[in-house]
T-cell receptor, first 108, second 114 residues
Framework: RKEVEQDPGPFNVPEGATVAFNCTYSNSASQSFFWYRQDCRKEPKLLMSVYSSGNEDGRFTAQLNRASQYISLLIRDSKLSDSATYLCVYYNFNKFYFGSGTKLNVKP | DAGVTQSPTHLIKTRGQQVTLRCSPKSGHDTVSWYQQALGQGPQFIFQYYEEEERQRGNFPDRFSGHQFPNYSSELNVNALLLGDSALYLC?????????????FGQGTRLTVV
């Protein structure tokens, strides 16, 4: 079983749509959780950290469910510039574990 | 403030050759981790250096080795290159504050083995 599992997509959505991604992780002792964004042939960049209480940053909302070991990312009012691959990540004992990413295509 | 810098950005090598990739961490960061990202996959942890020692290692063969220098910069060496080593190699540095550690990535080195 992979450490982090994500639906690879692609998710093809029109501008203005709301889209949600989920991922599951295997290690219940995981310490910290993140969503990273990766544009084509570029390095991953931190989008947001994920807290148990849920957190929001503008159009982006992240949730963590420790009991079910899943993390979600909600993007509201999608923009063309949101098109990218979104990587679900957890951190445990000095290592980051990445999912394979979910590809999002926002269409005009 | 310079972020994480890696060199070279692109590299083409022949099977069996050896390669050295370099990374300078973000200012103030003392920990450097290396990741391999194959096409269509997420980054996979190779190893991490802290205080010039390899602190953790992922599931990679001994052909992959590294080093960290007193200024915290780091090198990744790969010997006896295989076609399957073709990937984007990412260096990430992190802060001494480990309460909420996040990784800052360099732009990567794209290695092609032919």
């Amino acid at each position: 079983r992979k450490e982090v599992e994500q639906d690879p997509g692609p998710f093809n959505v029109p501008e203005g749509a709301t889209v949600a991604f989920n991922c599951t992780y295997s290690n219940s002792a995981s310490q910290s959780f993140f969503w990273y964004r990766q544009d084509c042939r570029k390095e991953p960049k931190l989008l947001m950290s994920v807290y148990s209480s849920g957190n929001e940053d503008g159009r982006f909302t992240a949730q963590l469910n420790r009991a079910s070991q899943y993390i979600s990312l909600l993007i509201r009012d999608s923009k063309l510039s949101d098109s990218a691959t979104y990587l679900c990540v957890y951190y445990n004992f000095n290592k980051f574990y990445f999912g394979s990413g979910t590809k999002l295509n926002v269409k005009p | 403030d310079a972020g994480v810098t890696q060199s070279p950005t692109h590299l083409i090598k022949t099977r069996g050759q050896q390669v050295t990739l370099r990374c300078s961490p973000k200012s103030g960061h003392d920990t450097v981790s290396w990741y391999q990202q194959a096409l269509g996959q997420g980054p996979q942890f190779i190893f991490q250096y802290y205080e010039e020692e390899e602190r953790q290692r992922g599931n990679f063969p001994d052909r992959f080795s590294g080093h960290q220098f007193p200024n915290y910069s780091s090198e990744l060496n790969v010997n006896a290159l295989l076609l399957g080593d073709s990937a984007l190699y990412l260096c990430a540095s992190s802060s001494p504050d480990r309460r909420m550690t996040e990784a800052f990535f360099g732009q990567g080195t794209r290695l092609t083995v032919v």
